[in-house]
């Protein structure tokens, strides 16, 4: 396939080759499947099918040596495909619909750049091909150089038709006048005709026409493999390792200011690592007594004070906490990007330095999570505190890849592609977990004597027979919601009752309006289980009366 970039002026871009046949009837199903699947429907089963079929077209169409199937990325990206497009199947949860976009479009890039090694730069060549796919779509509705030639050929054949067509409309009145049953037959095919073309247009508005539209760019973008190498060429250009830069080696002359432009010349390396040592030798020492007084505060025994404001010691001391750690991070990714690490007279003493200081590091990010753990006893879970030991994750990963940067000299590319893989990883684990469900199973634990229950009924349908299955612990607890303004009110018993199976009931209506194509396996299982205890509706009319 010829390579062109969409961004190219007119006049320079080569011209596109055709369309082949089988690429045509792909992109008409792909973009009719994509109406039929999507159009005014959730994500839910119809994203594992429409990812089925796209994944099935583009794999049809690899040759059986194509370099992609070498491509180890190629085929974690595929995997984290299918995990994501089955988790919204079965969850249909935002982070999993998340996860299969964004797994399904660096697939793609790689399919288009299988030499990629970083996702980020997979994914947008992946957005990119679909720039390049629209720009394809714009040619081939352009009026043709030669237009003048096939309108006089059209005009040639249509000559040649006129006569048949005629013959046929003829004989055609004849039989309806000769035939009733020919007249009778023609009728209703013509009826049924006219009855199909009715419902097609009642259900065309613009915004229909609008995302069909949206189907074909996205159909397009997906199975029209236009090669894109300016990602390819930017990453051609990075190393896994530092090499030594001679040409900005200094002497080890003291600076002299230079009088003609008021400035200093760069700092040669012995300068440069004086100053790193003494500043690793400074913050080392002054988080040691940080750590010191977390270990001894936090690490054994912590137990609240009575009226202790543990809302503010955990939010404001963890985001100060991991700006900390990346200001950190961003220190020594500064001693060490260039011939700092060639320095061999100091190099020993500057590692060693580096390294306490990243593993003090990592005992502040245990600090961290300790307070985010002792914030989730007293209080319970919630999006943000998972969120935050995903966000642990990614940074003791970061911390100990800066490990390897210090002793093996590593990049900061070989940083960037082995962290956005571990964004990738974790991304993929917030995909595949019922995060909902084992947050009201926590909070509504016997020991929580007061509970955010707005929080839980704000939740998705799925988490609804956990509430349901606990309705009968919430007696004697004390109720919670935020009123919107960032205040909490009580919530009555009868009324958190009320709201739950006002919520029950009218997820029984809508999963009985809902076509199968947004079914998931947890509604499925929720509609099972109110099925199976009628039970409800009884203690949802004592509620309302």
Same mark, same amino acid.
């Given at each position: !396939?010829?390579?062109? #970039? ?37 994500a839910a089963l119809n994203m594992l099918l429409f990812t ?14 194509? +370099? ?24 249909? #949860?935002?982070?999993?619909?998340? *996860? ?55 005009? &040639? ?9 005629? *013959? ?20 209703? =095919? ?14 065309? #508005? ?122 950190? !991070? ?6 060490? %990007? ?8 100091g190099l020993p003493a500057l590692r060693w330095a580096a ?15 300790? %307070? ?16 935050? @030991? ?21 990049? *900061?590319?070989?940083?960037? %592609?082995?962290?956005? =893989? ?28 007061q509970v955010d229950y707005g929080f839980l009924l704000d !939740? ?37 009752? @009320? ?9 029984? *209506? ?23 205890? +009628?039970?409800?509706?009884?203690? &949802? ?5």
């Amino acid at each position: !396939m010829t390579t062109y #970039s969409a961004l190219a002026p007119a006049a320079t871009r080569p011209a596109a080759p055709p369309l082949t046949i089988l690429q045509k009837v792909l992109l008409l199903l792909g973009a009719v499947l994509f109406d039929g699947l999507f159009w005014e429907q959730r994500a839910a089963l119809n994203m594992l099918l429409f990812t089925l079929f796209v994944v099935a077209a583009v794999l049809a169409g690899l040759p059986r040596h194509a +370099p992609q199937w070498r491509s180890g990325y190629f085929w974690l990206t595929l995997g984290g495909t299918a995990l994501s497009a089955l988790m919204v199947a079965v969850y249909g #949860s935002s982070a999993a619909l998340l *996860a299969c976009w964004a797994s399904l479009t660096a697939w793609l890039g790689y399919v288009n750049q299988p030499k990629l090694k970083l996702v980020g730069f997979a994914l947008l060549t992946g957005l990119g091909n679909v720039w390049n796919a629209a720009d394809r779509l714009l040619q081939l509705v352009r009026v043709p150089h030669n237009l003048s030639g096939q309108m006089s050929r059209s005009r &040639y054949y249509g000559r040649l038709l006129l006569l048949p067509l005629g *013959a046929l409309l003829l004989f055609h009145f004849l039989f309806v006048l000769a035939n009733p049953r020919y007249a009778a037959f023609t009728g209703r =095919l013509l009826t049924l005709l006219g009855n199909i073309l009715t419902r097609i247009f009642a259900h065309l #508005s613009v915004p229909h026409l609008l995302f069909m539209l949206l189907g074909l760019l996205l159909t397009a973008g997906a199975l029209l493999i236009l090669p894109l190498h300016f990602f390819t060429d930017q990453e051609s250009a990075f190393g896994e390792f530092v090499r030594r830069q001679r040409d900005r080696v200094a002497s080890f002359a003291v600076p002299r200011p230079d009088f003609r432009t008021q400035t200093f010349r760069v700092l040669d390396l012995r300068k440069e690592y004086q100053i790193a040592l003494a500043m690793l030798a400074l913050v080392n020492l002054l988080l040691l007594v940080v750590n010191a007084i977390d270990i001894r505060w936090l690490w054994f025994g912590f137990v609240p004070a009575p009226g202790f404001d543990l809302t503010q010691f955990v939010h404001e001391g963890t985001y100060v906490l991991i700006l900390s750690i990346l200001v950190a !991070m961003a220190i020594v990714l500064r001693f060490f %990007r260039r011939n700092l690490n060639f320095y061999q007279a100091g190099l020993p003493a500057l590692r060693w330095a580096a390294t306490i200081w990243i593993v003090q590091n990592m005992v502040l990010a245990g600090s961290v999570g300790l %307070r985010n753990y002792y914030y989730i006893v007293h209080t319970g879970l919630a999006y943000k505190r998972i969120g935050v @030991y995903g966000f642990l994750l990614l940074t003791l990963f970061g911390l100990i890849t800066i490990l390897l940067k210090i002793w093996q000299q590593r990049s *900061a590319y070989s940083l960037v %592609r082995l962290n956005t =893989l571990a964004a990738y990883a974790v991304m993929l684990l917030f995909a595949v977990g019922n995060w909902e469900a084992w947050m009201v199973r926590y909070n509504l634990q016997p020991r929580f004597r007061q509970v955010d229950y707005g929080f839980l009924l704000d !939740m998705p349908d799925r988490i609804l027979p956990q509430l349901a299955a606990r309705e009968a612990s919430l007696t004697g607890r004390a109720l919670n919601r935020d009123n919107g303004y960032g205040r909490w009110e009580t919530l009555p018993l009868g009324e958190a009752r @009320y709201h739950l199976h006002a919520r029950i009931r009218a997820f029984q *209506a809508q999963q009985g309006r809902r076509s199968w194509l947004s079914y998931t396996w947890a509604d499925y299982q929720a509609a099972r289980y109110f099925d199976a205890h +009628p039970a409800t509706d009884v203690r &949802y009319a004592a509620v309302c009366h």
